[in-house]
């Protein structure tokens, strides 16, 4: 089977056979430069989207009225765009119009240097009409023509510069990093679904620490998470945090994170102490009483404004209203701890605290101790199977009520403590702690 480059190329060679100028184009140049494997491949033509369609025997017109067709190639689809100039925008997003254009006018249309380049893979050779290969040298993102001018277009480009200089480990350009700045209340212009989408790109890709410091500085974070900035300069007490600061503790945790992180572990880090400002007090030393409920609901309603779906959101607020019970764990009885262990994303949770610990007193102890128990203990241990269910209960003679929820949380904990290990102890138990309720 071919590659998705050499397919790439076969489309572009069709292209060129039939007398239109193609190249391919944006992200994928910049990683062939940058010597990192590319995504997906889009290719620049000349070609108006009706001759790409009669060119390729499978295609779909998915933004024809822009010039964007899509070739179908086995499994594998590639976006092929007209050369065009934009009209003006209508929405901070899609253009009024295009004119189809040449090389020259799409390049300058487009957001930073670094994804303005062409490269023509049947001559092996960089077309640059932009600079971008010399910021690629130089490690810059910039912003082709007047940044202002590029952020008005599509303000959410602004949290696209930070990704970007954040994957890359590059700087941003002065005048493209004060135009953010000029521009930042300008981002609540942008949908919360792509706002979403761009922080999950950054939080899950290298360097997302140093993102939150730059989403910070530029004012973006203080407009679409004000609680999250609402955490500079709250001050922790340093026998429990001599890093610094709530925001210092996060950004040092997200800068940890692997990469690429999923996605819930990353936003559930960046939520974890959302709830320490608004607790903050000073009483026998500093003290943040109930942030970590207090958390939990603030990230239920930060999700929610995100549109992070129910699951989604459901398993962030998991993860900061657990955060803590981790320092109990040596203190657990058996069977809440299995109960522990056993939680839904439980990697995710003991991820979270390793982190938190690492980046603050550095002891895990109660780390390891959650992994020694993993180890030792098996799936039938943690999870048994029920010795009773709601019919036995029944064939007991009580009557169906919250007291089964009751009768059956209490069985399986001494289950799980090894205080009982048959169905007939089980009901010997229900009959000694519950039996008075039948009469």
């Known amino acids: 089977?071919?590659?998705?480059?050499?397919?790439?190329?076969?489309?572009?060679?069709?292209?060129?056979?039939?007398?239109?100028?193609?190249?391919?184009?944006?992200?994928?140049?910049?990683?062939?430069?940058?010597?990192?494997?590319?995504?997906?491949?889009?290719?620049?033509?000349?070609?108006?989207?009706?001759?790409?369609?009669?060119?390729?025997?499978?295609?779909?017109?998915?933004?024809?009225?822009?010039?964007?067709?899509?070739?179908?190639?086995?499994?594998?689809?590639?976006?092929?765009?007209?050369?065009?100039?934009?009209?003006?925008?209508?929405?901070?997003?899609?253009?009024?119009?295009?004119?189809f254009a040449g090389p020259e006018e799409d390049a300058s249309r487009r957001d930073f240097t670094i994804n303005g380049l062409f490269f023509d893979p049947l001559r092996d050779r960089v077309l640059d009409l932009v600079d971008g290969e010399k910021d690629l040298r130089r490690r810059i993102v910039r912003a082709i023509g007047d940044p202002l001018h590029r952020f008005e277009e599509d303000k959410l480009r602004m949290m696209r510069a930070i990704r970007f200089a954040c994957r890359f480990d590059f700087e941003i350009e002065p005048q493209t990093l004060e135009a953010i700045r000029t521009l930042s209340e300008k981002i609540l212009e942008v949908s919360h679904e792509r706002v979403r989408d761009e922080l999950v790109k950054l939080l899950t890709h290298p360097r997302a620490g140093r993102g939150l410091d730059l989403l910070l500085r530029t004012g973006l974070l203080r407009k679409i998470l004000p609680e999250v900035a609402a955490m500079d300069g709250v001050p922790q007490p340093p026998e429990f945090h001599p890093e610094g600061d709530v925001f210092v503790h996060t950004r040092m945790m997200l800068d940890l994170l692997g990469t690429p992180a999923e996605p819930v572990l990353a936003v559930?880090?960046?939520l974890h102490d959302v709830g320490k400002p608004p607790t903050f007090v000073v009483k026998e030393r500093i003290r943040f009483d109930d942030h970590v409920a207090v958390g939990t609901e603030m990230a239920v309603e930060i999700c929610k404004r995100l549109r992070f779906s129910n699951e989604e959101t459901e398993r962030i607020a998991d993860l900061v209203g657990n955060h803590l019970k981790f320092m109990h764990v040596r203190e657990m009885r058996e069977g809440k701890l299995k109960r522990f262990l056993r939680q839904p994303d439980f990697p995710l949770h003991l991820e979270l605290h390793r982190l938190d610990?690492?980046?603050?007193?550095?002891?895990?102890?109660?780390?390891?101790?959650?992994?020694?128990?993993?180890?030792?203990?098996?799936?039938?241990?943690?999870?048994?199977?029920?010795?009773?269910?709601?019919?036995?209960?029944?064939?007991?003679?009580f009557k169906?009520?919250?007291?089964?929820?009751?009768?059956?949380?209490?069985?399986?904990?001494?289950?799980?403590?090894?205080?009982?290990?048959?169905?007939?102890?089980?009901?010997?138990?229900?009959?000694?702690k519950f039996g008075h309720y039948l009469g």
């Not at 089964?404 to 009901?427: G, K």
């Open 400 to 432: 169906p009520g919250p007291l089964f929820s009751t009768i059956l949380t209490d069985v399986e904990e001494a289950q799980l403590e090894n205080r009982i290990h048959s169905t007939a102890e089980a009901r010997e138990l229900v009959m000694q």
């Open 1 to 99: 089977m071919a590659t998705q480059w050499e397919e790439g190329t076969e489309i572009v060679r069709t292209l060129t056979e039939h007398g239109h100028t193609a190249y391919f184009a944006g992200g994928c140049v910049r990683d062939r430069l940058l010597g990192i494997s590319c995504g997906d491949i889009d290719i620049a033509t000349s070609a108006h989207p009706e001759q790409v369609m009669e060119l390729f025997p499978k295609t779909v017109p998915v933004g024809a009225q822009f010039g964007v067709v899509r070739v179908v190639r086995d499994a594998r689809q590639y976006e092929v765009a007209t050369f065009r100039a934009d009209l003006g925008y209508r929405d901070g997003r899609h253009p009024v119009a295009v004119r």
């Open 357 to 397: 610990c690492l980046c603050s007193h550095g002891n895990l102890e109660n780390y390891d101790f959650c992994r020694k128990k993993l180890e030792e203990l098996s799936a039938e241990e943690i999870r048994p199977e029920p010795l009773l269910d709601g019919h036995d209960l029944i064939a007991l003679g």
């Open 268 to 270: 559930g880090v960046l």
